[in-house]
């Protein structure tokens, strides 16, 4: 795991601070997942003690929400400022208080626990840290059903279907059926689209979704977005999302977003090179809407 710190921010300055780190080499030392619930082992709660220690060494920091997989951690806490210990500072206390305490418990003082350094975002909102708190907290139920349908989250590459533009190599995670359903109805907004135009637009479709099509678009748009997260709530509603960038850092985004890739209700495609990063360009998103106009028109069958 390498270092990812933001260049222009002070790592002793405010800021709520979402943290991982992982065990070496992703060895599952820590805890265990039975039914979407975590069980400490021995070893994890050396870690959750460890955490509890930091406002201890520095009390400019304070805890929020932690989480202990089997094999990394994830934590939130935030900074007042005016720390004694910068961000890496205090981590790697903590990382090496852990480390102590394990190899302890393992009666083994060489072996080797974590990776070096951490990952790290910092956010400066309580809406975006309200966004990564439900992230940790639904971490062990997308361990679960990762666990349960390995299927539907392995990077499926070079998929050939009848619907999908020869000329393009796709890559995709989830269940490729979908494109087999005979009615896929396209979701492409225009930013521009507003008041009655948008809701009557956004109205067609959700309607659509409710008599059984299945979605197909970039969902970009605020409209298409829109439609993303409404339709998501529909029962059974199936959605095929045509990412406008590669997917070489792909996965599922939430609990929501989780559940419906596991339970075979979304269809994550891409035509564009992992490479490709992960950038929203003007020509991509048009390529992109052309891309689920074409793929809807294809009824199967129809070949």
């Not at 082992?41 to 920091?61: H, L, Q, S, T």
């Amino acid at each position: 795991m390498h270092f990812a710190r933001l260049k222009s921010h002070d790592y002793r300055g405010e800021g709520y601070y979402f943290v991982t780190f992982a065990t070496a080499p992703r060895r599952a030392l820590l805890s265990e997942i039975r039914a979407g619930q975590i069980r400490l082992f021995p070893e994890g709660m050396a870690v959750v003690e460890a955490w509890k220690r930091i406002p201890a060494d520095d009390p400019a920091y304070s805890l929020r929400i932690n989480v202990v997989m089997p094999d990394h951690f994830h934590g939130i806490l935030v900074c007042k400022g005016g720390t004694h210990y910068s961000l890496p500072q205090i981590v790697e206390r903590m990382k090496a208080r852990s480390r102590q305490a394990i190899r302890r418990l393992r009666n083994a003082p060489t072996l080797d626990i974590w990776e070096d350094g951490f990952h790290d975002f910092v956010a400066f909102t309580p809406a975006t840290f309200n966004a990564f708190a439900d992230y940790v907290r639904d971490n062990p139920c997308r361990w679960q059903l990762r666990h349960d349908n390995p299927q539907w989250f392995t990077k499926q590459t070079d998929v050939v279907h009848p619907r999908l533009p020869p000329e393009t190599r796709w890559t995709a995670y989830g269940d490729r059926t979908l494109l087999d359903y005979p009615w896929l109805e396209p979701v492409v907004i225009s930013r521009r689209l507003e008041g009655v135009g948008l809701e009557t637009e956004v109205t067609r479709l959700l309607a659509l979704a409710r008599e059984g099509a299945v979605l197909i678009g970039g969902f970009i748009s605020p409209g298409e977005r829109r439609v993303a997260r409404e339709a998501a709530a529909i029962p059974r509603c199936r959605l095929v999302y045509l990412h406008p960038w590669g997917m070489s850092r792909y996965k599922p985004h939430g609990r929501i977003a989780a559940e419906r890739l596991a339970s075979g209700l979304t269809l994550a495609l891409s035509g564009f090179p992992d490479i490709e990063e992960s950038v929203s360009r003007r020509e991509n998103c048009l390529l992109k809407n052309r891309w689920a106009q074409a793929i809807a028109a294809l009824r199967k069958g129809d070949e």
